[in-house]
């Protein structure tokens, strides 16, 4: 028989069917490594995305703010009620599949173990930041907290590497930290002892803030690798990113600056002896610079430089200095001591919560490290949306509906760089039956693969907001449904992200924990 040989057409043809299978399984399954083969929507205003995913889990949660009215001891632990509840995906008309009481969806295999520095090798990452955040090792929410944190730097492009430092962990503490998944691409941990209540030998005072002077000092001094960045910056654990933090680009930064020097020199340097920093004259008034405070001035400054600081330069420089703090790490090896130190000399004045703020700027005083304060690099709530210390000026009534998309983050065209997220959010109308945000109103359990995450506010907050006639008020409403919209999308992502590398057999993702006030 003779042997027919196929055409060179037919070869060719099966050639390319089976590279287009090859090709669309690698697709597939780069999907899946990556947890996004379920459907994904993008909005025409951009951000940042987490595609949706199915979950048909009947049971949702209620949260008020009647548990959670003390700032520091609120838990979050929820009340359940039972209701059906529609499917927590970016497509409204999708099937139910099951009916389950906690009905999960698949978990993705976490993926392949990879180099702690994966996206940008050695030289390529020329960034020259450090940013450091400070934690307890027993402090509430921290797996929440140091997840968004990371997640939402990793969304918008952040560069350098990140370490949190994390004081007072006992040995199986440490053990389990360490096995807590990382989501920046050099993202780092620094063990420290904790500080509070024993800073200095023979100080007994229950004051966590000890930690964050006292820590860093540590950091600087041991942190393995060392230090090798150029600058430093200090950050709190409650912030979200919404572009990133740069600095030295030479840009001008006038825009977000209120103070006295001529607008053309203001831009973003940070080199030895000048630093930035957020305004938080809001809250801090002239802090220990004030007419008020001469004595506690003189209690910390006695024979030093900072107490022969005019009340000019002290306005300008240094009074309602906030995080994020921008220096050259040899300045904060330079004002450290005296940082960690007048914090404790300064409780030994008052108990005031902000110490170790007020502390901060005259250390800073003392070595002549003078800042440039700005309003945009972390603001804290649009209560201040009228006067020119923080940066509220974004949320405009024309742009897109932030809590109309289950899941897209709408990204105004010049956001800030970050929102420290203190405080509460929403509150449209009234406070009574109505939505907010509040970190300290989530349940502690939303990291478990069981539980729900966290539901948006209806979509008529906004136009609600957009409507109201006083427009001072209109403008703080429209920040503050975007901030909270916009936390709720980016938390719930954050933690989707650490439930595919931490459940296994699968988890919860309808999102039902409603938090609303009950007042």
Sequence with gaps: MQRVEPSSARTSGRTRIVALVVLGLVGVSLLNYYGMASVARASAEGGNVLPALHSTTHSATRHTDR????????????????????HATADA????????????????????????????????????????????????????????????????????????????CTDAERDAVLKEPTFYYDFRRHFTPSYSPHPEPGIDD??????????????????????SRDVLVLVDADFVFFKPLEVNTGRDVSKYYHGTRAKQTVNDTVTDGLAIAQDWFNYMGAGWFGDGN??????????????????????????????????????????????AHMVVLGRNKTDDWMVEMYAYAVAAANHNIKHTILTHLGVTHPQFVDNNREYWDFAHADMANPCADPVA???????????????????????????????????????????????????????????LKDKKMQARKRHEVWTECSLIKIVNQAVMQLKQRT?????????????????
């Design 503 to 519: 459940c296994p057999l699968g988890f919860n993702t309808f999102q039902g924990v409603e938090v609303i006030s009950d007042k």
């Design 206 to 227: 229950n004051y966590t803030p000890y930690n964050k002077p006292f820590a860093l000092r540590h950091f600087l001094e041991h942190a393995d690798p060392p230090v």
């Design 93 to 168: 008309n999708a099937d139910a599949t099951e009916s389950e009481e906690h009905s999960v969806h698949p978990a993705t295999p976490p993926p392949p173990a990879t180099p702690r520095v994966g996206l940008y090798q050695g030289k390529d990452d020329p960034s020259e930041l450090h940013i450091v955040f400070s934690m307890s090792c027993t402090q509430g929410k921290r797996l929440l907290l140091q997840s968004v944190f990371q997640y939402s730097a990793t969304a918008v492009g952040q560069r350098g590497p990140i370490t949190q430092i994390l004081s007072g």
């Design 409 to 467: 983050v709408v990204v105004p065209e010049d956001p800030p760089v970050g929102v420290h997220y203190c405080q509460k959010y929403g509150h449209v109308l009234s406070e009574k039956n109505s939505h907010y945000y509040y970190k300290y109103s989530i349940p502690n359990e939303v990291t478990e693969c069981k539980a729900a995450l966290l539901k948006l506010p209806p979509a008529s907050d906004w136009t609600d907001a957009v409507g």
């Design 67 to 86: 548990e959670t009215e003390s700032h520091a001891a609120a838990h979050g632990n929820a009340t359940a009620h039972a209701m059906d509840a529609p």
């Design 294 to 339: 001469r004595a506690r001035l003189e209690h910390l400054c006695a024979g030093k430089p900072c107490l022969h600081v005019s009340k000019d330069d002290a306005g300008e420089y240094y009074a309602g200095t906030g995080p994020p703090y921008i220096m050259t790490v040899r300045d904060m090896r330079r004002m450290i001591d005296d940082y």
